[in-house]
């Protein structure tokens, strides 16, 4: 694993420990990436070299288009954006007002436990980065 | 005879246009002392702003009575005495030198929103004799204006925003002499501050008359080596096309002229404007300047659907050609 | 038929979003999120996709106004959202550190678009002490061996996003 931003040290091994569960525990997924809703990249954890400061950057436009097509159509509150690719998927939702969790998985996953897993893993996270001092920055 | 009071009414104005005239007359009023009304039902209308785009050729009866008749509209014309055109959308002081044209009595009507060419236009003149790169005094009636090249800056009294009074005023109204670096300080600490590039251009534009700048015939091709910056000049939409036009290429005036289906003397005086701040080179052939790119011609249906776009947002007449 | 559209581009805080706003029909649809770094000193919120407005033309096409992303790490967005455009409109922000280097990465960004439809360059707040010239922008255009043109722009005035527009338009046509 690796990070680029320097994070609190408790939160960082949480989150490591979420994001190393998730590829584990999830058949398919192959890739996590934890960013800032403005597409910076904090954690990420892959089977693959994935690159993850671009990942980020790109998963922050579509979490807001997202969020942005959802309001247009009088809808409430995007909870995931999923692309769905001839060979896997690419799952993205916001965690916090701050915080986004991203997963990549092949065809052999099955898309209700990668969401599933990719929920449960934010909860996780959610509840770290609320832990006083443990704040991303 | 000196108009003290002014009556204007408004023909086909959308609702926009029609409320900008009135936060510009309320400015006026306070600035010229004059009371500047809005004309009641059946009460003589002084000035009669007709919008040209929603009815571009009124009826006798709807000016019947009107001491002025402004046309208003992207591609207004006017079409006799009495009558003017103002370009959308107005600017501050072309009311202001319309209001001024309401005191000329039944004299033929011009206004600086005709072009150049009115009265004899000195300050340009008086330039071309000194040393305009020096900070200069332009001393206008009791006022003073003051040059700051060094800092690119020129110095004025804050009812003289709108420059055309005094482009164009008499010679016995002007004096021009270098200032001194205490005049310079003074002028800086009292008086308002503008980009010295607006008030030549402004000078050259107005007192050009209509004419070429020396040294450029009808047939001479020149370009622009930059841009002027038109978010500092007295803005006119058709500096745009004028500037686009030979911005890439060399072109004679004359083709200027009918490419872009403006007066002659119009695009005289944008090039006089041009030559005199610098922003003008002659070529010795129709050329391209070296240095622009040059992307594919425009196609017909794209050079329509700019004009579209254009009209939409009232950014005046599509190229003759 | 395909879409029409304009591209407004430059630097966050620039006034990429005023300037769709001062002309378009609609409130500008954005997608914005709170930013987290040192945009912050700046503003709160940094686009992180695109915004848009719109006008309609007589016939009642639409004309479709795109404002970029400005932070270079949303970039895989502006060859998205220039695809098939008619030019841009690059909006420099004088009160940034170097609006000169913000310039060299949008015409870098873009160039490909540029070269094939065309700019206009805008500085804002140009009157800011100590921001750059016009002249050192223009001269920076010099040595890149690039003519466009620079104006002087308060994109909250209507009538200067109108010439900023003018402008452009003016150059496309003449092409």
């Known amino acids: 694993m690796s990070n680029t ?78 692309v769905e690719n001839s060979d896997g998927y690419v799952v993205t939702l916001r965690i916090s007002s701050r915080l986004t969790l991203s997963s990549f998985a092949g065809n052999d996953t099955n898309l209700g436990m990668l969401l599933s897993a990719t929920r449960s893993a934010s909860e996780a996270l959610g509840k770290a980065a609320r832990q006083p001092s443990e704040t991303a920055q | 005879m000196t108009n003290t009071s002014v009556t ?38 002084d000035v009669l702003i ?25 591609g207004a014309t006017a079409h006799g005495e009495r009558q003017l055109a103002l370009a959308k959308p107005v600017r501050f002081w072309e009311l202001q030198a319309l209001l001024a044209a309401t005191d000329q009595g039944d004299a033929p009507l011009r206004t ?37 090249p060094a800092r690119g800056n020129f110095y004025f009294p804050e009812w003289l925003e709108e420059l055309t009074p005094l482009c164009q005023a008499d010679e016995d109204r002007l004096s021009l002499r270098p200032a001194t670096e205490a005049e310079v300080r003074a002028a800086a600490s009292s008086l308002r501050t503008g980009p010295l590039v607006r008030l030549w251009w402004e000078a050259a534009f107005v007192g050009s008359q209509g004419t070429l700048p020396a040294g450029i015939a009808p047939d001479t091709p020149v370009f622009l080596k930059r841009w002027p910056d038109l978010g500092v000049l007295g803005y006119r939409s058709f500096y745009a096309p004028l500037c686009a036009m030979i911005a890439r290429r060399a072109l004679p005036p004359t083709e200027i002229a009918e490419r872009t289906g403006m007066d002659h003397r119009d695009v005289a005086a944008f ?22 790119a040059h992307p594919a011609p425009a196609s017909a249906p794209q050079r329509g659907l700019i004009s579209r776009i254009k009209k939409r947002l009232g950014l005046g007449l599509p190229l003759a050609n | 038929m395909s879409e029409i559209k304009l591209i407004f581009t430059g630097p966050a805080g620039a006034g990429k979003t005023t300037a769709i706003a001062a002309i378009s029909e609609i409130p500008p649809v954005r997608t914005d999120v709170d930013a987290t770094d040192d945009l912050l000193a700046v503003k709160e919120q940094t686009t992180a ?44 922000d004088n009160t940034r550190p170097s609006p000169v280097e913000d310039l060299a990465e949008y015409l870098d960004g873009f160039a490909d678009f540029i070269a094939e439809t065309g700019a206009v ?36 005035e209507e009538a200067d996003v109108l010439m900023l527009l003018n402008v452009l338009l003016s150059l496309l046509e003449t092409r």
């Open chain 3, 121 to 156: 360059i805008g500085l804002t707040r140009a009157d800011h002490p100590g921001g750059t010239t016009i002249d050192e922008l223009h001269h920076y255009l010099e040595q890149r061996g690039e003519h466009h043109p620079v104006l002087t722009a308060d994109v909250r």
């Open chain 2, 50 to 74: 007709v919008d040209s785009d929603a009815r571009p050729d009124p009826s006798t009866s709807d000016v019947a009575g009107a001491r002025m008749v402004v046309f208003y509209g992207a």
């Open chain 1, 5 to 82: 931003i320097s994070l609190p040290e408790a939160f960082r091994q949480s989150a490591e420990e979420i994001l190393a569960r998730l590829l584990d525990n999830t058949q398919g997924a192959y890739g996590v990436v934890l960013a800032t809703i403005d597409g910076h990249a904090l954690l990420h954890a892959a089977r693959t070299d994935l690159p993850a400061d671009r990942i980020a950057a790109m998963t922050s436009s579509l979490v807001s288009l997202g969020e942005t097509i959802a309001h247009e159509a009088n809808q409430q509150k995007c909870r995931f954006v999923i």
């Open chain 2, 271 to 292: 090039l006089s404007a041009s030559a005199f701040c610098g922003y003008l080179q002659t070529a010795a052939a129709p050329a391209a300047p070296a240095a622009a």
């Open chain 2, 112 to 148: 600086a929103s005709d072009g150049p060419a009115h009265g004899p236009c000195r300050l340009h003149r008086l330039l071309q004799d000194v040393d305009h790169t020096r900070p200069l005094l332009i001393g206008f009636d009791q006022w003073q204006v003051v040059t700051d």
């Open chain 2, 8 to 45: 204007i009414a408004f023909l086909d104005l959308q609702p926009r246009d029609r409320k900008l005239f009135e936060s510009f007359l309320g400015i006026l009023e306070g600035r010229s002392h004059k009371q500047l009304r809005i004309a009641q039902p059946g009460e003589p209308v």
């Open chain 3, 49 to 92: 996709a695109l915004d848009f407005g719109e006008i309609t033309l007589d016939d009642g096409s639409k004309v479709r106004l795109y404002g970029t992303p400005g932070q270079s790490r949303f970039a895989h967005m502006w060859p998205i959202l220039v695809q098939g455009g008619l030019g841009l409109v690059i909006l420099l």
